[in-house]
């Protein structure tokens, strides 16, 4: 992935590995393999959409790129700057142009505090000097911005639902005027009609201010809607990567293909065939050799999938697929 102007993000070889200690000692007796070399890149105004299973590194991901988990290898390059060089300090000022919307609208917002509070918490740190009327004024502003009332400034979280409280989150996100920002399940605690207006409301915001978004979700159908492009994670690995529209229209890897026969279709007369996959997912403590989807992939080779472990290829200019079988 060659770095251009138009590249915000980039990400190289990123990995995380969780200990798991044992005893009275706390000996390291394994590790959880989380995010295991993980390649992206996401362009200025651009939103890469990153989906797959529960527990498969989607959101560890997201945190170690805004290293709110330190990364155990790898580099990620935002706007030039190796993040992972930086210090403290460095990283501290960076965090206004990095920041993320939490998946639970309810846990992600303090109950102790106002809304205007919770949206002017990063003002207070990054803005103090500009006096208490501009922190009150931009705060109006921000609610305004996200469809809520000023108002709502003087009341507390628990006065509001799911889908407000997630706009909440929005404005206080949009406080300091990132440039990228890492939506982590952002609709998923949320009902149907109301996911519809937040995703539209990102987008409007992404159109409005040029934001860049790293769209984390598990359903296709979402993602597909907002994402520029999209990248299938697997196990901790990235198994298929490329622009939304031709992943979702054409899969290559046995796991995407899978990912989008359960994404449920309106019209019950399309033919519509769903790819059963065998047992569940393994475990990143222990994952199987070679290719990790191979235990349940339809389309194993025995003779090299458990054996080997696929490297990701370009196989259409644009499409990269992690697999030996994939032409």
């Known amino acids: 992935m060659a770095e251009t102007n138009d590249t915000l993000l980039e990400v190289r070889g990123l990995k995380k590995y969780f200990p798991v200690k044992k005893g009275v000692f706390q000996t390291t007796v394994a590790h959880v393999q989380a995010v295991d070399g993980v390649d992206l890149s996401i362009a200025r105004g651009g939103c890469l959409g990153l989906v797959g299973e529960s527990?498969?590194?989607?959101?560890?991901?997201?945190?170690?790129i805004l290293r709110l988990i330190e990364p155990d290898a790898g580099h990620i390059i935002f706007d030039g700057v190796d993040v992972v060089a930086l210090d403290r300090g460095e990283m501290r000022e960076l965090r206004r142009e990095m920041q993320i919307i939490f998946q639970d609208p309810f846990s992600s917002l303090n109950p102790r505090f106002t809304v205007g509070g919770i949206v002017s918490e990063g003002l207070k740190i990054f803005e103090r000097a500009k006096g208490r009327r501009h922190i009150r004024d931009r705060v109006a502003e921000l609610l305004r911005t996200v469809g809520l009332s000023p108002d709502a400034a003087g009341l507390y979280p628990h006065e509001f639902s799911g889908g407000q409280r997630q706009r909440i989150g929005v404005a206080r996100a949009l406080a300091?005027?990132?440039?990228?920002?890492?939506c982590d399940e952002p609709v998923s605690a949320l009902d149907v009609s109301i996911q519809a207006q937040v995703i539209n409301l990102l987008e409007e915001l992404q159109e409005k201010f040029g934001l860049a978004y790293l769209f984390i979700a598990h359903d296709l159908s979402v993602v597909r809607h907002i994402s520029h492009e999209i990248a299938v994670m697997y196990l901790g690995w990235i198994v298929e990567r490329g622009r939304a529209d031709e992943v979702c229209d054409d899969p290559l890897h046995p796991y995407t293909k899978a990912l989008l026969s359960a994404v449920p279709v309106a019209d019950p007369r399309a033919k519509h065939e769903r790819i059963m996959l065998k047992g569940d997912v393994?475990?990143?403590?222990?994952?199987?050799?070679?290719c990790r989807?191979?235990?349940?992939?339809?389309?194993?080779?025995?003779?090299i999938c458990p054996v080997e472990a696929p490297e990701t290829r370009e196989v259409r200019p644009g499409r990269f697929v992690r697999c030996h079988l994939v032409e």
């Open 293 to 303: 989807f191979c235990p349940r992939c339809p389309i194993s080779d025995p003779a």
């Open 282 to 290: 393994p475990t990143p403590i222990d994952p199987p050799g070679g």
């Open 176 to 182: 300091l005027n990132p440039k990228f920002i890492v």
């Open 55 to 64: 527990g498969c590194g989607k959101t560890t991901t997201g945190r170690v």
